[in-house]
């Protein structure tokens, strides 16, 4: 009898804690738009500057969509020269000529698998179970003063990404990025501020800021000025540019 209900027991608890980490992405979802809104988004465009220092901003360009295809896009410049990188499905091309390449290389596996965990305009949190995903609510903890909700989703292939929520907003102020390839472990560290609505009416983070796992700042800032919702997609953006 006392086997049973401690069977029961364990099976409450385990359930509730499920729950809890559901109650918190739907208040998360909640927060920053609404499902209707999110379920309706099948791209993002980011337009901003990466801060290189004192006065010394680089334009840089993103763009994550999944309708007409899945695929992300990005660029940076500085000094009359542009980097640009093109992800279409599973494959993809880097053109940077800062170290005087004129040519594009391709894309690794590992960089598109890593690539994936960040570039769904949905986010990962967004209808996680039907992405195939597994999260887990792992309690409370302090950043820097801000009692947080933290998250584990873990993908098909083990991938992991730690979520960091503030507990009275339900915004991500930090995101842990785990890959487990074939000889290490890869992770990075984004932190997350200026929340504000876009036109299309999402609450998102307008900077964004890499550290290492100390919290030390890795370069400056990403601020964007702008953050657009299903643009419409040129295709040939993707294609490799002609040299």
């Not at 598109?112 to 609510?137: A, C, M, V, W």
């Not at 487990?180 to 964004?208: A, I, R």
Request: proline share 4%.
């Amino acid at each position: 009898m006392k086997r049973i209900l401690l069977l029961l027991f364990i099976g409450t608890a385990a359930s509730a804690f499920a729950q809890s980490a559901d109650d918190i992405v739907n208040k998360y979802i909640a927060a920053t738009g609404g499902a209707d809104k999110w379920s309706k988004v099948v791209s993002l465009k980011f337009t901003g500057t990466y801060q290189m220092g004192p006065g010394m901003l680089a334009p840089v360009n993103a763009l994550f969509t999944t309708k007409p295809f899945k695929g992300s896009y990005s660029d940076f410049s500085w000094q009359s020269m542009t980097t640009k990188t093109a992800i279409r499905a599973d494959s993809g091309w880097n053109y940077n000529p800062f170290g005087g390449k004129r040519e594009t290389d391709p894309v690794s596996p590992d960089e598109i698998r890593s690539d994936k965990l960040g570039s769904d305009p949905q986010g990962l949190l967004f209808n996680y179970k039907q992405k195939g995903y597994t999260l887990e609510y792992l309690g409370t903890d302090d950043m820097d003063g801000t009692d947080v909700l933290k998250l584990r989703l873990t993908t098909q292939t083990g991938d992991m990404v730690y979520y960091y929520l503030d507990a009275e907003t339900y915004y991500i102020l930090k995101e842990v990025q785990r890959v487990k390839l074939k000889d290490k472990e890869q992770k990075s560290y984004v932190l997350y501020s200026d929340f504000k609505k876009n036109d299309f009416g999402l609450v998102l983070p307008f900077c964004h800021q890499r550290v290492d796992e100390n919290g030390n700042e890795q370069g400056g800032p990403v601020n964007f000025s702008q953050i657009e919702v299903n643009t419409v997609i040129d295709a040939k953006q993707f294609d490799k540019p002609k040299l």
